[in-house]
Nanobody, 120 residues
Framework: EVQLVESGGGLVQPGGSLNLSCAAS????????MGWVRQAPGKALEWIAT????????FYAESVKGRFTISRDNAENTLYLQLNDLKTDDTANYYC?????????????RGQGTQVSVAA
C-alpha cells in the first residue's frame, strides 16, 4: 500500500521560509518521479513541482519558480520542498504525489497534505 505522509507546514509571515517533507513507503521510491501539488480554499488543485526519479531533473510552475526548490533523498525515501520568500497567495494545503510528469499530471497517489498559511 502506497503511503505518503507530509509534514513541515505551519504559519509563517510573508517573506518567510518553510521546509516540507514527505515520507514515502509501500513502493520503490527511487523508481518514480515525484511531485508537489497544492490546493487553496475554493480553488482547483495546482501543480507546483516535479523531480525525476534520480533527482537530476526538476520542473516548476511559473508561480513558484525561483522561490521553491524540490529535492529528494532516495536512501531515506523522502521528498522535500523548500519554500522561500513566501507570499499570502502561497497559502494552501500542500500534498506530495507519486508519479507526476513534467507537465504536472499526477498518475499516482497523493498524501493527506500539510497546511501552509502565510499571513502578517
Amino acid at each position: 500500500e502506497v503511503q505518503l505522509v507530509e509534514s513541515g507546514g505551519g504559519l509563517v509571515q510573508p517573506g518567510g521560509s518553510l521546509n516540507l517533507s514527505c515520507a514515502a513507503s509501500g513502493f520503490t521510491f527511487a523508481a518514480y518521479t515525484m511531485g508537489w501539488v497544492r490546493q487553496a480554499p475554493g480553488k482547483a488543485l495546482e501543480w507546483i513541482a516535479t523531480i525525476g526519479a534520480q533527482g537530476r531533473q526538476t520542473f516548476y510552475a511559473e508561480s513558484v519558480k525561483g522561490r521553491f526548490t524540490i529535492s529528494r533523498d532516495n536512501a531515506e525515501n523522502t521528498l522535500y520542498l523548500q519554500l522561500n520568500d513566501l507570499k499570502t497567495d502561497d497559502t494552501a494545503n500542500y500534498y506530495c504525489a507519486q508519479n507526476v510528469d513534467s507537465n504536472g499530471i499526477v498518475y499516482g497517489d497523493r498524501g493527506q497534505g500539510t497546511q501552509v498559511s502565510v499571513a502578517a
